[in-house]
C-alpha cells in the first residue's frame, strides 16, 4: 500500500470499563496499515479512570502510535471532534477518521477505509445498508428509527450515500480543516454533512456490520 499520514479519532467520555479492550483492539487491527497512522483518543472531561487508563496504555507502547487530548471538562461529542480536526490540520495529516470507542464500528473494516484513502475519495462513509451491510442485536424500533432518519436525511442533503447518520466516517482533512464546526453534540454529524456537500467532489461508502454489545459496556456515555 501507498502511505498516508492518517489520523483516527476516537472520542470517549467515562468508558474505564470497556477503554482498555476497545485501544487494544483498534491498535492490533492498526498493525495491518502503513506506519504512519496515528490514534488519537480525545478525552472529553471524564471523571472515572478513563483519563488515567489512556495515559498508562500510552506511556507503555511500544510505538509512539497512540496520543491522548484530554478536555479538562466535559464538552460533548462533538467538541471532541473538532479537538480532533484541529489536531490533524495542524500536524498535516491527510486523512481523519472518526470512529466510537466501544467496538460497534469495529476496527477491522480500517483497512477497507484506507483502501479507498489511496484512491482518493474525499469523504468515506460507514454504510449499514446494502451488499455486505448489516446492523446485529439493535432493537428493531431503534432499526425503523435509523432507516427512517436517512432517508429523511438522503433526501434533503441529495447526497450519494445511504447512510448519512452514523459517525464511522473519514474525509481528507485539507476540507474538514476548511469547515467552521459549530455544534458540540451529535447534530455535528449532520452539520458537517450540510458544509461536506459543497466542497468534497467524491463520496464513497465502506459497506460494515454495526454490532450492539450485549452487555451494558455498549453503551456511549456521550448519549
Known amino acids: 500500500m501507498n502511505s498516508l499520514k492518517v489520523c483516527i479519532v476516537i472520542p470517549i467520555y467515562n468508558e474505564q470499563d470497556i ?3 476497545s485501544i487494544d483492539t483498534i491498535l492490533k487491527y492498526t498493525k495491518k496499515l502503513p506506519p504512519i497512522v496515528t490514534v488519537l483518543v480525545v478525552n472529553d472531561g471524564s471523571v472515572d479512570a478513563t483519563e488515567q487508563i489512556v495515559n498508562e496504555i500510552v506511556n507503555n507502547q511500544e510505538s509512539e502510535k497512540l496520543m491522548l487530548i484530554s478536555h479538562s471538562k466535559n464538552q460533548g461529542y462533538g467538541a471532541a471532534i473538532k479537538t480532533g480536526i484541529n489536531f490533524a490540520s495542524t500536524n498535516e495529516y491527510d486523512y ?8 460497534t464500528n469495529h476496527p477491522k473494516y480500517l483497512e477497507d477505509f484506507y483502501k479507498k484513502m489511496i484512491k482518493g475519495y474525499d469523504y468515506i462513509k460507514a454504510t449499514r445498508y446494502g451488499n455486505n451491510a ?3 442485536g439493535v432493537p428493531f424500533q431503534k432499526k425503523i428509527v435509523s432507516i427512517v432518519g436517512n ?6 442533503y441529495g447526497l450519494p450515500l445511504k447512510d448519512l ?4 466516517r473519514a474525509a481528507k482533512v485539507e ?3 476548511t469547515i467552521d464546526l459549530k455544534e458540540n453534540g451529535f447534530e455535528i454529524i449532520m452539520e458537517e454533512l450540510y458544509y461536506v456537500k459543497s466542497i468534497a467532489k ?3 461508502e465502506v459497506p460494515f456490520e454495526l454490532t450492539s454489545r450485549a452487555d451494558s459496556q455498549g453503551k456511549s456515555k456521550f448519549s
Not at 447518520?165 to 464511522?168: L, Q, W
Open 134 to 136: 448489516s446492523v446485529f
Open 96 to 103: 481523519i477518521l472518526f470512529m466510537d470507542c466501544d467496538l
Open 175 to 177: 476540507i474538514m480543516k
Open 151 to 156: 432517508l429523511i436525511a438522503r433526501n434533503l
Open 19 to 21: 477503554v482498555r479492550e
Open 202 to 204: 467524491t463520496f464513497c
Open 165 to 168: 447518520t452514523n459517525g464511522f
